[in-house]
T-cell receptor
Framework: GENVEQHPSTLSVQEGDSAVIKCTYS??????FPWYKQELGKRPQLIID?????GEKKDQRIAVTLNKTAKHFSLHITETQPEDSAVYFC??????????????FGAGTRLAVHP | EAQVTQNPRYLITVTGKKLTVTCSQN?????MSWYRQDPGLGLRQIYY???????DKGDVPEGYKVSRKEKRNFPLILESPSPNQTSLYFC?????????????FGDGTRLSIL
């Protein structure tokens, strides 16, 4: 079936460094790629998303890049801060019969930012 | 405040005792779904609903039931819970059906089945 692979599963960085999380997807028809941040004990919250007609999107210290040919997309966090510590999930939309599509999530990356 | 509300937040129960987790959204969203979150497996969809009285299975529907009698509510029912259903559950909603819309998640329900 369709799947989304996410790497690394854990990432530890020093405050101020950059962090990069990568995801690959299998459905070439996927056209929506959101990223969610989940702080400990909290709900997943959308932090940035990108659609297939765009190669890159940036929001302050967060950026997402998409390579449709290679079927991978990445989350880039610059100037990391301790409050960036969380689990990050990528997701990709997949199409099913009847025109319905849904999100398939990666397994998550636990990011730790050390002061 | 726009939100998705789940209850209860925590529940410890025993095998076989029927339970219901409620989910309600106040954003007039058409699409609602249930996910379970397990370590190393991310979020897996259990059931989804495209609109009132329209529900369908997700990736891991075994042992669960849902209903959508009203647009705002989407309860998750475990008729005969088993220990392998111990997990963290999230309800989510979006304005339009499908997977190409931002999902709004509830705060989660941690279920422990003994």
């Amino acid at each position: 079936g369709e799947n989304v692979e996410q790497h690394p599963s854990t990432l530890s960085v020093q405050e101020g460094d950059s962090a990069v999380i990568k995801c690959t997807y299998s459905d070439s028809a996927s056209n929506y790629f959101p990223w969610y941040k989940q702080e400990l004990g909290k709900r997943p919250q959308l932090i940035i998303d990108i659609r297939s007609n765009v190669g890159e999107k940036k929001d302050q210290r967060i950026a997402v890049t998409l390579n449709k040919t290679a079927k991978h997309f990445s989350l880039h966090i610059t100037e990391t801060q301790p409050e960036d510590s969380a689990v990050y999930f990528c997701a990709a939309s997949v199409m099913f019969s009847g025109g319905y599509n849904k999100l398939i999530f990666g397994a998550g990356t636990r990011l730790a930012v050390h002061p | 405040e726009a939100q998705v509300t789940q209850n209860p937040r925590y529940l410890i129960t025993v095998t076989g005792k029927k339970l219901t987790v409620t989910c309600s959204q106040n954003m007039n969203h058409e699409y609602m779904s249930w996910y379970r979150q397990d370590p190393g497996l991310g979020l897996r969809q259990i059931y989804y609903s495209m609109n009132v009285e329209v529900t369908d299975k997700g990736d891991v529907p075994e042992g669960y039931k849902v209903s959508r009698k009203e647009k705002r509510n989407f309860p998750l029912i475990l008729e005969s819970p088993s220990p392998n259903q111990t997990s963290l559950y999230f309800c989510a909603s979006s304005f339009r059906p499908g997977g190409n819309q931002p999902q709004h998640f509830g705060d989660g329900t941690r279920l422990s089945i003994l």
